[in-house]
């Protein structure tokens, strides 16, 4: 049992080498060369911008993820992604229907400050988040006063879970990181509804 990493408001856990290097290297391979990665543009403070990584949306239900502005379409779950989510299922008890793809090609791509609370995720959504490839620095901090932060280093192979009222009163980050030259590829998994 891994143990809380936030003092308080919300359940954030971290489960170092879920896979070995060698999956790792495996997966962050068969990923980058299989998946459909697109370079998508996004509203931000009503600006058209291209986000700084790529992305991509799979799922084995046809709702459609909507955030920032964009409302993607799922593709079909693929063999590696079922693995990928077979594996973390022996640690977290919850279901998914999706998995949001992000390949951060080197340390000049990242992803701003957000919470992952649209709709379609629910109330006190779980989404469990793994990582391939470089090690990125993964920052949580209070929605409310941007006070209290929270720093986790994303090792390759590793997992991350966020559940209970994170969403709410967290929001996260994973910010640039110049000197990093590796790519890394992370999989949100999420159960979202129409
Ligand atoms: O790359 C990461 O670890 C963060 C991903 C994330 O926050 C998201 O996809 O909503
Ligand atoms: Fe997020």
């Known amino acids: 049992m891994s143990k809380n990493l936030l003092p308080f408001f919300g359940e954030v856990y971290y489960y170092p ?16 060369e299989h998946v459909k990665w697109e370079h998508r543009a996004i509203q931000l403070f009503g600006k058209k911008v291209m986000q700084p990584r790529l992305t991509a949306l799979y799922g084995n239900s046809v ?7 964009l409302e993607l379409q799922p593709l079909p779950m693929t063999k590696e992604l079922l693995e990928i989510q077979e594996r973390i299922a022996s640690q977290v008890q919850s279901s998914f229907t999706h998995v949001l793809l992000n390949y951060y ?3 000049n791509d990242s992803m701003g400050w957000h919470r992952d609370n649209e ?4 109330l006190d959504p779980a989404i469990a988040s793994v990582s391939f490839g470089a090690a990125r620095k993964f920052l949580l901090r ?15 192979g590793s997992l991350v879970l966020m559940k209970g009222s994170t969403q709410t009163y967290w929001e ?3 910010p640039k990181s110049t000197r990093i ?3 890394r590829i992370n999989l949100t998994f999420r159960s979202l509804t129409a």
């Open 17 to 32: 080498s879920i896979f070995t290097p060698e999956e790792s290297k495996k997966y962050f391979s068969l990923l980058r």
């Open 172 to 174: 996260h980050s994973l």
């Open 119 to 122: 709709k379609s995720l629910g």
């Open 181 to 183: 030259a590796e790519g």
């Open 105 to 107: 090609r080197d340390g």
């Open 142 to 156: 209070r929605y409310e006063n941007k006070q209290e932060k929270v720093e986790v280093l994303l090792e390759d």
């Open 63 to 69: 709702v459609p993820y909507k955030y920032s502005g």
